[in-house]
């Protein structure tokens, strides 16, 4: 029997593929001759060194084949690689930023999702589980001033089920873009997320199986930051006391980017403030 975790896992690998498949980052794929030939020797030799030090077996070799072959076969190279290695390319690419941190993507980002004016209110069903939360937040440049950008958003549901990825849910279910004002301001009320789990029986779920790990990440929001001639940032936040802050399977919760959310004035739900400054592009 299909169960809705099952449905899950093998939409969402797929759809993860295609979605990497018909984005620009497709046209930004030359890489020079003489850096694939440096890289790649040098991931070869990593791999040698390996074989060579823990002797591995015709077995093992036979096994790792066979798991590579499933990883496409299930569309879950978009995952495989956000979770085990975007983590130290984001690490890379932002070593000199000033700014506010950032961390990784991930494999669920959709583009363009409909512009709201702050105040804003993403998307969700009628009878969305959860709590409130109400996200209050400025822009800003390394100077202070306020930057009349935008926050793209996005993140899983009470269920740990993000849209577009999972059957059933609406198209752009707590999924927005939100114009900040001209001060760089903007208010965005959402519904607390769950920790997500990835999916179990797709080709990385048998490798977290086979290794005896776990394959929770703690419950996050997404955004991508962005304002006029300034760097964007990608980031995640989280929330103080989950249980996987410090074991994340994707390796990419930073302590800066723990929230602090508190009983809204109002008396529902949580509420927050957390500005991100951005770097001259
Ligand atoms: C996610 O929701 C996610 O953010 C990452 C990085 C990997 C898998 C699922
Ligand atoms: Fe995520």
């Given at each position: 029997t299909i169960t809705e975790f099952d449905a899950k896992a093998a939409e969402s690998g797929n759809?993860?593929?295609?979605?990497?498949?018909?984005s620009g980052k497709r046209a930004a794929l030359?890489?020079?001759k003489e850096r694939v030939s440096l890289l790649a020797r040098e991931v070869l030799e990593a791999v040698y060194?390996?074989?060579r030090k823990h002797k591995v077996t015709y077995a093992e070799y036979n096994a790792l084949k066979d798991w590579l072959i499933s990883v496409g076969e299930d569309g879950e190279w978009p995952l495989f690689l956000d979770v085990w290695v975007e983590h130290v390319v984001e690490e890379v690419a932002t070593e000199n930023r000033k700014g506010s941190k950032g961390t990784i993507e991930g494999p669920y980002y959709v583009p363009d999702s409909p512009a709201?004016?702050?105040p804003a209110r993403l998307p969700r069903r009628d009878d969305e589980p959860g709590t409130e939360l109400t996200w209050k937040g400025q822009?800003?440049?390394?100077?202070?001033?306020g930057l009349p950008g935008k926050v793209e958003i996005w993140h899983a549901d009470g269920a740990?089920?993000?849209s577009q990825y999972a059957p059933g849910l609406p198209e752009w279910n707590l999924r927005g873009t939100v114009l900040a004002d001209e001060n760089g301001n903007f208010e965005i009320q959402t519904m607390r997320p769950a920790p997500y789990q990835i999916p179990t029986d797709g080709a990385c779920g048998k490798l977290i199986a086979a290794a005896g790990w776990h394959a929770w990440r703690?419950?996050?929001i997404h955004v991508k930051v962005s304002a006029p001639g300034h760097e964007l940032i990608t980031a995640q936040l989280y929330f103080p006391g989950d249980a996987h802050n410090d074991d994340d399977i994707a390796s990419a919760v930073k302590p800066e980017l723990i929230l602090d959310p508190k009983p809204a004035a109002d008396g529902k739900g949580e509420e927050m403030v957390y500005d991100f400054v951005l770097d001259p592009a």
């Open positions: 759809k993860a593929t295609e979605r990497f498949k018909a030359e890489v020079p060194a390996t074989i709201q004016k702050t822009i800003r440049d390394l100077d202070g001033n740990g089920f993000y703690p419950a996050h």
